[in-house]
């Protein structure tokens, strides 16, 4: 079971440490996305411990559909088949039942879906999704929910969340089950909970308050960062985490820009993940300290300064601004590496830097001088 330790606090915001299978994680926290047991744009396992991940994401369905989670699990699980050895979150598919809403139909029981792939019929319900990431041995498995979209009508939002309800209680007696079976790879596996309800606050806060009295191990807000405006997003940040444990991780799935984090961070929010970093940084869209920088601009072409003179990793202490534009302009696919490494960097070094802000009880002042920092260089 993961346990969860409550470090400091300020307003909100909280500054925790969680324990799993596979170690401790510092929070708040990004998750670096590795869909299909890998980043983006080139980058292996050493890559994460350089830029300094403590968690990494990959996709249930994805892998589910190649290589297969029964071949991942004859390989030993996702840590050795990635050769990863930090913790990993594994979604449970229910993101896809929004994003392949062309491709899928929803029932009581599950989700049958056509693969995006080659067409092939999939069923996938809570207790598949359970059986799937109990093959790939993720530490953190995520609860099967329908992700409805933002825009729907309230009825329907309030169907979905009692669907995802109904299906949580099958993912909790399923890796019940699968946890106590012998051939189990990871019989510590631990189960976060996952919130739901649009932008409706009523219904994410009466959704919020049922699901903590399952005393899962998380609890995910789901749902959000698909077409709402950033201040509906922070709305219902805070129609619903005041009705979660305070003693258990926040995890907000699939956010965000960085100035999303610090804002929900302050907010209560432990655990972010997001493919802003590794999908900007194909493109030659690299974060700073003073804002965004797109490197295809032509100011850059003899810009011998690297992307981030404050900047500590390894790709601003050799490469410049001009130098990386050329990769990109003449589609090196060194080019996607070195940025994307820099932007996870970035990424996870502001989740440092938020953490060491909340130890030193200054996060709002540290927040507001962020903020302003990212505003001055977006060009």
Known sequence: MSMYELVKTEGAAKRGRLVTARGVVETPVFMNVATQAAIKGGLSAEDLDAAGCQVALCNTYHLHLRPGDEVVARLGGLHRFMAYDGPILTDSGGFQVFSLAPLRKITDSGVHFSSHIDGRKIFMGPRESMRIQSNLASDIAMAFDECPPSTAQPAYIQEAVDRTTRWLYDCIDEMDRLNSARSTL?????????????????????HARQLARLDMAGYAIGGLAVGETHEEMYGVLEATVPHLPRDRPTYLMGVGTPENLLEAVARGIDFFDCVLPARNGRHGHVFTSRGRLNLFNAQYEQDDAPIDADCACSVCAKFSRAYLRHLHKAKEILAMRLCVMHNLFFYNNLMAEIRQALENGDFAEYKARKLEN???GRH
Request: hydrophobic letters at 40%; one cysteine or more.
């Open 186 to 206: 990871n019989p510590r596996q631990v189960l976060f909970g996952i919130v739901q309800g649009g932008i409706c606050h009523d219904i994410r806060a009466a």
């Open 374 to 376: 990212f505003g001055q």
